[in-house]
């Protein structure tokens, strides 16, 4: 499979700005060295608490934000490597886009309630100029809405009309217009009911196996983040602490964090309520003063002196973890 | 069990919109029993915070109209002038918001808002209430209370803020605490340790509690008793085991089955299919037929009325109600 993606200890700082020369005081760090890549219809879910970090790597990834240090790489359809992670030349950053989509948390703010359906699907077609006559295009955005399993009458109404799970259809719609390779997913059944939620993600699956499309898969919700990714990252306070293929990562999770967080998940078992006994007390620390040594040792039950003192590194080369417990 | 503490009889609220009468809540009958949790689920827009938002007399009426009774110490509070109701809200009743970064007022302290609650109802001055109010702290797990009572709502996280809201809640000892969706703003390991407080307090305090959630899993940690909305109705009624072992409602059972668990991996999840209808326009019949695969001619032309179908179950379902019809003739 090609590789879409990669990128090399990847950071986003954000600077804290104060007094009337809006000195730099500090530093929000939001992201510290990421290090991962994609290829082509694979899944990789990122998981972890608000705050850790995972939303800005698909920002830094979507290049809304340029990263503070690292280099991403962008590897196009015939395997051309390209460094994107600052300014890139016009013709590059088309490409890019087209290559890779989003589809957002919340799609009561996403989509613009000013526009159609049609115009909101045909936006990127046009941008990108695929179709030369109106009637092509037309009656490919029909098809889209068909394929995303709306009707094709949708096409000139507006936003308001629609549900949740429905504006959520027509943001994987837009997504898809462009047959990007990679679609980057922020949260995108948290704001669905249950019922709902397993129409979209059912959706995603079906879409990815048409069309080979890689997805980033971006959610605090473990359970579907298991079901729809290949690959897990868990994220601590901008650190991937775990990282592993997903059964295994669910199956046997090394790092304390990861084994807390799954254990935080409720059982939907009255006979057997789990959550009597809490796993993780207190709360993340903040990301502008991090704790020194390992960000999850004030949190962990299994705190050994080197915690404080030392960052863990990366161990193992499949099943990655950051944790001194582990040699 | 035991006495009940509260009784909703047959509410109805409606809201007259452009579009035509929405009914938000339409005929919804419950009992409240002291010291339980009554868990009420169901999805976005199935009127499970309006019927609480109705208890606590926070719609406005008129515009809105509202009918039926809710009975608290065999007085329809419904009838309450403004003023007696400002007493019992608060008070007697008390509530815990979605977001606890909006239900604050960020412009006073902690300790400000928790005092105005002690004042208000209490009576107490701010020099008797400051002891009060920092024990409360610290029993919700709040660390350095006396630093924190003089801090302002941005300076805390969301979970911590959701920790004072619990507290100033219970700072009165109200009879029922209604949890519109306490936990759904939070993190799982928050979520956790929130859920573990109030099931914690509720014990000390002996309060009944109103859960509301769309989040089946929460439920099943927590509840005794379990309601289950849709479309402004009342479709199950069971205790918590009812719910989880022997769903009847296909509502109910499409809910559970909509989970995503472990098995499902690399395949189709289950799901119900279709969208909720439309609250200004619901069928005549039963409300959940077009998305139901039991669906019959019945279905589509009357609507199921709730009918007991064992001990401690109630179903609102034809396929239910004729056995039993059937038993007791």
Redesign the interface.
């Known amino acids: 499979m090609k590789k879409i993606i990669e990128t090399i200890n990847v950071k986003k700082y954000f600077p804290i700005k104060k007094g009337i020369f809006l000195k730099t005081v500090g530093h929000v760090k939001a992201l510290e060295s990421v290090n991962f890549s994609i290829h082509e219809n694979q899944t990789i879910g990122v998981v972890g608490e608000s705050g850790c970090g995972k939303s800005t790597l698909g920002r830094v990834l979507t290049k809304i934000y340029n990263p503070t240090e690292g280099t991403i790489n962008y590897y196009d359809k015939d395997g051309e490597k390209y460094d994107i992670s600052n300014k890139i030349n016009k013709k590059t950053n088309m490409k890019y886009r087209s290559d890779l989509q989003m589809v957002f948390q919340n799609p009561f703010d996403s989509l613009d309630p000013r526009m159609t359906i049609g115009d909101i699907i045909s936006e990127p077609l046009q941008i990108h100029k695929v179709f030369k006559t109106k009637s092509e295009e037309k009656d490919y955005v029909k098809d889209l809405l068909k394929k995303v399993g709306l009707y094709e009458d949708y096409f000139s109404r507006y936003p308001h009309e629609f549900s949740g799970g429905q504006r959520q259809r027509i943001a994987i719609a837009r997504a898809i217009a462009l047959k990007p390779r990679l679609i980057i997913t922020d949260e995108p059944t948290s704001a669905l009911d249950i019922s709902v939620q397993s129409q979209v993600i059912n959706l995603l699956k079906d879409i990815q196996k048409e069309n080979n499309i890689a997805y980033i898969f971006i959610s605090h919700n473990l359970d579907v983040v298991y079901h729809v990714s290949d690959r897990i990252m868990v994220m601590y306070l901008g650190n991937v602490v775990e990282e592993a293929d997903s059964k295994e990562l669910f199956e046997s999770p090394m790092h304390p964090y990861t084994q807390a967080l799954m254990k935080s998940v409720p059982g939907w078992n009255p006979r057997e309520r789990k959550l009597s006994e809490i796993s993780l007390e207190g709360e993340p620390p903040s990301p502008i003063a991090p704790p020194p040594g390992c960000p999850f040792h004030p949190r962990c039950k299994y705190k050994m002196d080197i915690c404080s003192k030392e960052k863990p590194t990366i161990k193992n080369a499949d099943h990655k973890v950051a944790c001194h417990l582990f040699k | 069990m035991t006495e009940k503490v509260l009784e909703v009889k047959n509410l109805k609220t409606y809201f007259r919109t452009m579009e035509g009468t929405v009914k938000a809540v339409d005929g919804v009958s419950f009992d409240l029993y002291e010291g339980e949790i009554l868990a009420l689920v169901g999805?976005?827009g199935c009127g499970k915070s309006i019927t609480n938002m109705t208890i606590m007399g926070l719609v406005k009426s008129p515009p809105a109209i509202i009918e039926g009774e809710i009975l608290y110490n065999g007085k329809n509070i419904l009838e309450l002038s403004k003023e007696d109701y400002r007493k019992l809200r608060g008070k007697e009743i008390g509530m815990i918001f979605q977001e606890p970064m909006s239900a604050f007022d960020p412009l006073y302290t902690i300790g400000y808002q928790l005092f105005e609650v002690c004042k208000t109802h209490l009576g107490l001055n701010k020099k008797d209430a400051k002891p009060k109010i920092i024990e409360m702290l610290k029993k919700v797990g709040i660390p350095e209370p006396e630093k924190r009572f003089d801090e302002y709502p941005h300076e805390m996280?969301?979970?911590?803020l959701q920790r004072i809201m619990i507290a100033m809640t219970l700072i009165t000892n109200p009879k029922i605490l209604i949890a519109d969706e306490p936990t759904t703003a939070l993190?799982?390991?928050?979520?956790?340790?929130v859920?573990?407080l109030m099931?914690n307090l509720q014990k000390e305090f002996n309060t009944s509690i109103i859960f509301i959630t769309?989040?089946?899993?929460?439920v099943?940690?927590l509840?005794d008793r379990v309601h289950v909305m849709y479309a402004g109705k009342i479709i199950e009624k069971s205790d918590?085991?009812g719910i989880?072992e022997t769903p009847e409602h296909p509502y109910t059972k499409?809910?559970?089955a909509?989970?995503?668990?472990?098995e499902?991996?690399d395949r189709?999840?289950?799901?119900?299919?279709g969208?909720?209808p439309k609250a200004t326009n619901f069928p005549d019949g039963c409300r959940f037929a077009e998305r139901c695969s039991f669906c019959t001619e019945k279905c589509q032309k009357v609507s199921p009325e709730l009918i007991k179908t064992s001990e401690i179950h109630e179903t609102a379902c034809f396929l239910y109600g004729e056995d039993t019809n059937e038993k007791d003739n």
């Open positions: 999805e976005s996280s969301g979970g911590m993190d799982v390991t928050i979520q956790a340790q859920l573990n099931k769309h989040d089946l899993g929460v099943s940690e509840a918590v085991y989880y499409g809910l559970l909509s989970r995503v668990i472990k499902y991996k189709e999840l289950p799901h119900i299919p969208f909720v």
